[in-house]
């Protein structure tokens, strides 16, 4: 069983900038998709960012040119850079990861079922 912890939510003014981090524990390895999430009160869990374990990510159109995320597998872990952040943007997010081949790409990750999940972390964007 693979436990993922979020760790680097919190409150941030619009425009602001934020970095959230994963920790993946249990057998995990390069062999996994991981992935940011995000749920917004009163909204469905959507897909925010995700990578493969050969670091190949993508990112949603709305947040291309703000959202970074990479992996350290050695470390395992993930991180995501939000940068310009918006008041809509806030959220819990979560951090989560499925097994995958390693080489599936970036695209194929964001739009993959995902197995294990962590328990969010929260994510104030004020105006």
């Known amino acids: 069983q693979v436990q993922l912890v979020e760790s680097g939510g919190g409150s941030v003014q619009a425009g602001g900038s934020l970095t959230l981090s994963c920790r993946a524990s249990?057998?995990?390895?390069?062999?996994?998709?991981m992935g940011w999430f995000r749920q917004a009160p009163g909204k469905e869990r959507e897909v925010v960012a995700a990578?493969?374990?050969?670091?190949?990510?993508a990112v949603e159109d709305s947040v291309e040119g703000r959202f970074n995320i990479d992996r350290d597998n050695a470390k395992n872990t993930m991180v995501m850079q939000m940068s310009s952040l918006k008041p809509e943007e806030t959220a819990v997010y979560y951090c989560?990861?499925?097994?995958?081949?390693?080489?599936?790409?970036?695209?194929?990750?964001?739009?993959?079922?995902?197995?294990?999940w962590g328990q969010g972390t929260q994510v104030t964007v004020s105006s």
């Open positions: 249990g057998p995990s390895g390069v062999h996994m998709c």
């Open positions: 990578i493969d374990g050969s670091r190949r990510y």
């Open positions: 989560a990861a499925t097994r995958a081949a390693l080489f599936r790409g970036g695209t194929y990750c964001l739009r993959a079922e995902y197995t294990y």
